[in-house]
């Protein structure tokens, strides 16, 4: 389990980025390259980290003085069945994303987005189906 410290920190960063973001927003007058998106990836990683940081430890405090439903919860979390689920759903939104992300390839390049977006969106699919095409092959050794 996280320690308590970890769980606010996790918050504090978050609320810290948030503000930082909003304070580039604000002073920037006219901004070049980088500095247009910094902001926004700050406030959009910051409430990241405050609803992850926050929802960490609501759900610690909910479950605080009711040891039978925190093993409940853990007996669901851990069960096979679950799992086999979760592992499941994840496999057919990974059958759904092979086409999606192909589609919308083809479509950014019939439409002459910039080719660097269109590259980088190759790699990155190309990426998940090597990482896809490792496992298959490290699974069937172990099994």
């Keep these: 389990m996280k320690s308590r410290t970890t769980k606010y920190t ?3 960063f978050g609320l810290v980025l948030v503000a930082v973001g909003l304070y580039l927003i604000k002073t920037s007058g006219d901004p070049q390259g980088m500095m247009r998106a910094l902001p926004y990836v700050c406030i959009g990683i910051g409430c990241g980290l405050f609803g992850h940081g926050m929802g960490n430890m609501i759900s610690e405090r909910a479950i605080y003085g009711d ?4 093993k409940k919860l853990d007996i669901e979390k851990n069960d096979e069945r679950n799992l086999a689920i979760a592992n499941n759903a994840k496999g057919k939104a990974f059958d759904m994303m092979t086409f999606v992300f192909g589609a919308l390839m ?11 977006a269109v590259l980088l969106l190759v790699f ?3 990426f998940v189906h090597g990482f896809e095409i490792y496992y298959r092959l490290k699974f069937d050794r172990e099994m």
């Design 67 to 70: 040891p039978e439903l925190k």
């Design 106 to 116: 083809v479509s950014f390049a019939l439409m002459g987005v910039d080719m660097i």
């Design 124 to 126: 990155a699919y190309l």
């Design 10 to 12: 996790t918050v504090v």
